[in-house]
């Protein structure tokens, strides 16, 4: 059956590419409920995900005679998350490491510049051994033994995509301490 569905969504891109509205249309029917839903449990509000939704499919349709898509659900997948990145940002929820890093220096350029360091590394240090014990493992293991998630996941016998969940978990929460961190230094 999978192979059935593969093949009609294989028809359907081709004929997509050929402006064929009745095939975009069709494709779009099987495939916004997946794009409504990703986009959903990332953002979090009905509205924003409906318009994130709607936006890739029309610069899917407007693209559609440039694109080569092999995997239209792994293509999917990623605009859901690179649109709602973009969402992240355009609403200043998000806060890349480096941007925090960079105000930390900027905030810390004096005197005490290196005891600021090392407090620093010991407050992140202090983060790291808060989270959780499954995501202190994966951690380390992806960032100071610097392991991919496939071979994170291989030896810890876990689902890869359990190990990416746990991570970006992780990550999450160490972000936001740092923001505070990184607030809190540019008041004290």
């Not at 069709?26 to 509000?45: D, G, N, P, S, T």
């Not at 202090?126 to 202190?136: D, E, F, I, R, Y």
Request: proline share 1%.
């Amino acid at each position: 059956m999978a192979d059935c569905k593969s093949h009609t969504t294989s028809n359907l891109l081709s004929r997509s590419q050929t402006q064929d509205e009745q095939a975009f249309t069709m494709l779009y029917e099987a495939h916004w409920e997946y794009v409504f839903e990703q986009a959903f449990i990332r953002c979090r509000q009905y509205d924003i995900a409906e318009n994130i939704t709607q936006d890739i499919f029309v610069a899917l349709w407007d693209q559609m005679d440039e694109l080569c898509i092999e995997n239209i659900r792994g293509y999917l997948y990623i605009a859901v998350k690179n649109r709602v990145l973009n969402w992240f940002e355009k609403e200043k929820r998000y806060v890349p490491i480096a941007e925090l890093l960079v105000e930390y220096r900027a905030a810390a350029e004096s005197s005490d510049t290196p005891l600021l360091d090392k407090e620093l590394v010991a407050v992140a240090e202090a983060l790291v051994n808060s989270l959780n014990a499954k995501q202190q493992i994966i951690y380390k293991m992806r960032f100071e033994q610097e392991l991919d998630t496939a071979e994170i996941a291989k030896q810890l016998k876990m689902n890869r995509k359990t190990v990416q969940n746990q991570l970006s978990l992780a990550l999450a929460q160490l972000r936001a301490s740092l923001a505070l961190l990184i607030l809190l230094t540019k008041f004290f």
